[in-house]
């Protein structure tokens, strides 16, 4: 099974900035972040089609977060900006499946898991 490997994450203020990659053991065609706070369910953050580069952004972080990507490496990178409190929370990078008939990455196929890396701002 695909093993997902991820660094970074860590304290900031509000308005900071953070940057956390993810790094798996072979290509993979749909990857992305999720997070998740104590007592709610994991939300997905963002995720990309690494083939095209498609991406998909939850809309609470939309301008703020870039998800990216080097092939090569097989790592993904999350660059969030603007970071807010409600932005705290333990970030885990995922796989998932294509979808071969709608070629995107539903969100619901996504259900292999780094170990996650917390990401808390406060002042």
């Known amino acids: 099974q695909v093993q997902l490997v991820e660094s970074g994450g860590g304290s900031v203020q509000p308005g900071g900035s953070l940057n956390l990659s993810c790094t798996a053991s072979?290509?993979?065609?749909?990857m992305g972040w999720f997070r998740q706070t104590p007592g709610k369910e994991r939300e997905a953050v963002t995720t990309i089609y690494t083939a095209r580069g498609q991406t998909y952004y939850t809309d609470s972080v939309k301008g703020r977060f870039t998800i990216s990507q080097d092939k090569a490496k097989n790592t993904v990178y999350l660059q969030m900006n603007d970071l807010q409190p409600e932005d705290t929370a333990m970030y885990y990078c995922a796989a998932g499946r294509l979808d071969h008939v709608t070629m995107t990455c539903p969100l619901a196929s996504f259900n292999v898991w780094g170990q996650g890396t917390q990401v808390t701002v406060a002042s």
């Open positions: 072979g290509f993979l065609r749909c």
